[in-house]
């Protein structure tokens, strides 16, 4: 890594301001600079690891490293590629160094963008991807319009919306996201194959919404107005807050993350069986449910533009994969889904870069046909 580079991408990071991507790369770079760990132990030693990164960081920019600024051991260590008992540095996708280090993959395949299908309730589909930025449709006293950010914004055109509106949705498929601003100010981020039904202007006493998949809220507060998401399995009531809510139809219990302000869940098919949450916690919605602690950042790490993994089976990562990137996974023995793997990575790699990262404990393999990872021994 060139110096003069490295020193002003730390100088960002410590600063807070690097995107998720320069993010990725510095702590998967100061993982490798300080990569001494044998490959064979059972435990890593921590406290040498710490001292030996913050002794590569007082080196490079000493006035910013303060022994108080813990965060960065935190998101150092979360880049280390478990399986097993092996440990070793993630290498990411080659910012710092030349194309001559990485092996070429034919037929790479390139990360999702921003790309949904808006349906209008008259049953009229925009393709937001194709769409023109700027003012799209007027619907029920709201002006919608969209954004070269990849943003669907609407916009109250009057105090007093239609007393009665049709439902819209919006939709990403496979390897798409978006952002929609309601007309209450809440803001919703949609991951990959998720969709959002809502009203193009929220009346009566709930702003209701119907989700599938997988989206971040900030929702806009209104003491009066409740914001309610409705999932197949759960049912979740807030005045305003930020929490994020996997509900994929995929087997998996229904998630919720609260990350500020309080959320309450209750059951769908038992709607007596309900908690509230506070921050740090997850809500688990399946038979029944339960609250658990959780490192929140973990579960809003996709809305940042990463995958991050804290002991997640490869099944599960593979899921997220073949959605972020729109591929079909085949594993060729089904006890590889069960090997867990920690780590870091950017979402806006190529998807070589992702498996290149994993294949480094030696512990899996993948090959790309077409559209299809195989995953080997």
Request: net charge neutral; with cysteine; hydrophobic share 35%.
């Amino acid at each position: 890594m060139e110096n003069e580079r490295s020193k002003k991408l730390l100088e960002k990071y410590l600063a807070g301001q690097c995107t998720a991507k320069e993010k990725a790369i510095v702590e998967t770079w100061y993982l490798r600079e300080t990569d001494q760990l044998p490959a064979d132990i059972e435990e890593p030693d921590y406290e040498k690891l710490e001292k030996e990164i913050w002794s590569n960081i007082h080196k490079l920019h000493p006035e910013k490293a303060s022994s108080g600024t813990k965060k960065f051991w935190y998101a150092a260590a979360a880049i280390l590629v478990l399986c097993g008992s092996l440990y070793t540095g993630a290498y990411l996708s080659g910012a710092f160094l030349p194309d001559s280090q990485y092996e070429a993959v034919k037929n790479d395949i390139q990360p999702g963008k921003n790309k949904a299908i808006l349906t209008l309730s008259n049953g009229h589909k925009i393709s937001l991807d194709d769409a023109l930025n700027g003012e799209i449709a007027k619907q029920s006293g709201c002006r919608i319009s969209k954004t070269a950010a990849g943003q669907l914004i609407y916009t109250l055109e009057s105090e007093s919306p239609a007393t009665t509106t049709g439902l819209n949705s919006i939709e990403t498929p496979r390897g798409g996201q978006y952002q929609v601003n309601l007309p209450d100010g809440t803001k919703v981020w949609l991951n990959a194959a998720s969709s959002l039904t809502y009203p193009a202007a929220f009346t009566g006493q709930q702003r209701q919404v119907q989700l599938k998949g997988e989206a971040y809220f900030e929702v806009a507060k209104n003491k009066q107005m409740p914001f309610i998401v409705s999932s197949e399995k759960q049912k979740i009531e807030v005045l305003g807050t930020h929490f994020n809510v996997n509900a994929y139809a995929d087997g998996e219990p229904v998630r919720t993350t609260l990350a500020e302000g309080s959320v309450r869940i209750s059951l769908t098919q038992n709607p007596a069986e309900q908690g509230l949450l506070k921050p740090g916690q997850q809500s688990v919605a399946g038979a029944h449910l339960k609250i658990v602690p959780v490192e929140v950042e973990e579960f809003l790490a996709w809305k940042e533009g990463l995958f991050m993994f804290n002991n997640e089976n490869l099944g599960s990562i593979m899921k997220k994969v073949e959605r972020w990137y729109d591929v079909q996974i085949n594993f060729q023995e089904p006890v590889l889904a069960e090997r867990r793997f920690s780590g870091s990575v950017s979402r806006f790699s190529q998807v070589s870069q992702l498996l290149k990262t994993l294949e480094l404990t030696g512990s899996v393999h993948f090959k790309i046909e077409g559209r299809k990872i195989i995953v080997t021994k």
